[in-house]
């Protein structure tokens, strides 16, 4: 052993911390495992089961093979501790595989990569941050989300916007921008797609080989730290898109690590991702349940995140989901019990220690109770992506307006199991590339009325129970599909129609927040009374908003379709006056109306169920929403 090494002597918390590794029950790993500053010097530590010897090489010992690591009995663990090292310096580790072969890996708990197209580990010590978000993370704690508003802005980080040169801005950068934009526009959450180490920008981050760096394109430790914080300080919370199923499989990385199926399944038909070119981690390993769960807590409990959104759910249920054959399992069906029992003991490990957070899973299929409790035979997410309203609702927005009501069922089949989970509407990056094109572009017509179907699915989607997600761009009418190496498209805000789409969605987020009926009772059958749902003639639908006080409701017409209806009657539950509070005709939101149609009264004629009714007209393609203004016969708050 070369000079500056030295081999460790193990106390009791280290090799418990061990044993419950190799239990699949050390939930903080990356305290022990990893590259961690000690008292003069730096322990690095590795699992690798099956290899015959594993190097410790550096800049700190000019990449020799000199300092081999020390194995922890039949841990499978391989240690050292080395006083040369300071932060900063480059290493990786040379496994000597089962094989003999010899390879050159990353750290699978480095904090710190190489900017890329270099690959190395780099030593450096997790920041000792004092944060200054006390306020945010008790509120956190003193209000639950689910009957609060939840507007979430999806972020790609690189290409939000770029420099004249190209360049796209650093953490540090966005966080003078983004934060005050999101402010203003009156989004409560941003989410960012992955921000782990990744090789390829096409991947968008979801094809990641160092999952607890952040990756050194966007900058540092610390300089994220700082963005979470300041948005917290300005009231906008942050999640970031989190992906345990699968890893990269690139040769420097997870992959096959110590010459065999060591993070990987060893069945080539769980193993291999054919769709996406990757590995599938094995989630029924301990070791590797170890190593995710403590990732997940890494990411909440070291940036004060309040949520990840998982990917790709899915992959990890069914064993048949990727392309290709596929191995049933012990009964022959085609459900992943590994993958099922990883993400129920996660999603429970993770609430136990901060059931303040959102755990949101992409999941794109039927499987039931995706966020119910787990002892209630859930998956254990608190929220979903309501992937199947979300494909049918733009389906029907893409049809000629001749056509939808033909297909009216596209919207209101959602009405028959939005409370069947906790569901967000999301119009999200996966619906605006390969050749699907923009939001925008997407709607029917000529320029006008794409910005009125628009402005009529953005507020649908804002009345409809569950909550919020819109990626970026489409809250100013980009025409062009997203491109991950390209900024947005903020030229197009000297267009008027591009503008006045901007402070539309200003004001539709606005309006969103101030009105309890639209986020208060978001995922039970009380907050939502249909008054309208069979005329796909006509194409009208009608439903009435719910908040918790009997006074704080909404009335909400939709017309999907540019032709003007004259002398609509509405049921409404009380009698009285009512006010048009949104119209997206009006020409403050790029509309043309300038008729406000003043108070509506009631009167004695019954309609869709209720004794009251009133008249309006409703303008072509639109959304309409009436409130209380003067009623009579409320029931008194309880």
């Given at each position: ?422 569901y967000v509407l999301p119009f999200s990056h996966d619906e605006v590339v390969h ?204």
């Open positions: 052993m070369s000079e500056g090494k030295e081999r460790l002597e193990y106390d009791n918390n280290d090799m418990e911390s061990f044993y419950l590794f190799n239990e699949g029950t050390q939930y903080d790993s990356y305290t022990t495992m990893g590259c961690n500053e000690v008292e003069n010097g730096y322990v690095f530590t590795v699992w690798a089961p099956h290899a015959q010897a594993v190097y410790l090489v550096g800049d700190f010992n000019e990449w020799s093979e000199l300092d081999e690591m020390h194995k922890v009995g039949e841990t499978g663990i391989f240690t050292l501790k080395d006083m040369r090292p300071i932060q900063g310096e480059r290493y990786k580790y040379k496994i000597i595989q089962a094989d003999g072969t010899a390879a050159y890996k990353i750290d699978p708990y480095a904090y710190e990569f190489e900017v890329r197209p270099n690959d190395a580990s780099v030593v450096r010590d997790l920041p000792n941050k004092s944060w200054k978000d006390g306020l945010w993370m008790a509120n956190r704690k003193r209000f639950e989300i689910y009957n609060r508003p939840l507007n979430i802005y999806e972020v790609h980080l690189s290409s939000w916007k770029h420099h004249e040169d190209g360049s796209w801005y650093t953490i540090s950068e966005l966080k003078d921008e983004l934060i005050p934009y999101v402010k203003e526009m009156g989004y409560t959450h941003i989410e960012f797609m992955p921000l782990m180490e990744h090789p390829l920008d096409a991947s968008w981050g979801y094809q990641a080989t160092g999952f607890f760096g952040l990756s050194s394109k966007f900058g540092t430790i610390e300089e994220f730290q700082e963005l979470v914080e300041m948005a917290h300080l300005e009231n906008i919370g942050v999640i970031m898109d989190w992906v345990p199923g699968h890893f990269n499989r690139n040769a420097y990385g997870l992959a096959y690590y110590d010459g065999t199926p060591q993070f990987e399944y060893s069945d080539p038909n769980q193993g291999n991702n054919n769709r996406w070119g990757t590995l599938n981690f094995d989630l029924g390993k301990n070791q590797v349940r170890s190593y995710l769960i403590s990732n997940a807590l890494f990411w909440i409990e070291q940036f004060h995140l309040d949520g990840l959104r998982v990917d790709a759910v899915s992959n990890m249920l069914y064993l048949d989901y990727d392309l290709g054959d596929w191995t049933p399992n012990d009964e022959g069906t085609n459900i992943n019990k590994a993958g099922v029992e990883f993400i129920q003991i996660m999603n429970k490990k993770i609430f136990e220690r901060h059931p303040d957070v959102l755990m949101m899973a992409e999941e794109s299929t039927a499987w039931p109770k995706v966020t119910h409790p787990v002892h209630e035979g859930g998956l254990g997410f608190n929220y979903k992506w309501n992937m199947g309203w979300m494909n049918d609702t733009l389906r029907f927005f893409e049809m000629d307006p001749l056509f939808r009501k033909d297909h009216f069922n596209l919207i209101t089949f959602s009405f028959m199991y939005t409370f069947n989970e906790n050749g699907k094109k923009s939001m925008m572009h997407k709607m029917f017509g000529d320029r006008y009325n794409q910005f009125a179907g628009l402005r009529t699915v953005d507020s649908y989607r804002m009345m409809h129970p569950g909550k919020k997600l819109q990626f970026m761009g489409a809250e100013f009418g980009q025409f062009l599909e997203w491109r991950f190496d390209e900024g947005l498209e903020w030229n197009n805000l000297n267009d008027s129609m591009n503008a006045k789409h901007l402070e539309f969605s200003k004001q539709l987020n606005a309006f969103y927040k101030e009105h309890r009926a639209l986020w208060e009772v978001d995922h039970r059958s009380e907050g939502i009374e249909i008054l309208q749902a069979d005329n796909s003639e006509e194409t009208l639908l009608y439903f009435i908003r719910n908040g918790i006080k009997p006074r704080d409701f909404l009335v909400v017409l939709c017309n999907f379709v540019p032709v003007e209806r004259q002398n609509v009657k509405v049921g409404v539950p009380y009698k009285g006056q009512y006010e048009v509070v949104w119209n997206t005709e009006w020409q403050a939101l790029g509309g043309t109306w300038t008729d406000s149609q003043g108070v509506l009264k009631t009167n004695e004629e019954s309609a869709h169920g209720k004794d009251y009714s009133l008249e309006l007209i409703l303008p072509a393609l639109s959304v309409v929403v009436l409130k209380p203004k003067r009623v009579y016969g409320v029931p008194k708050n309880e």
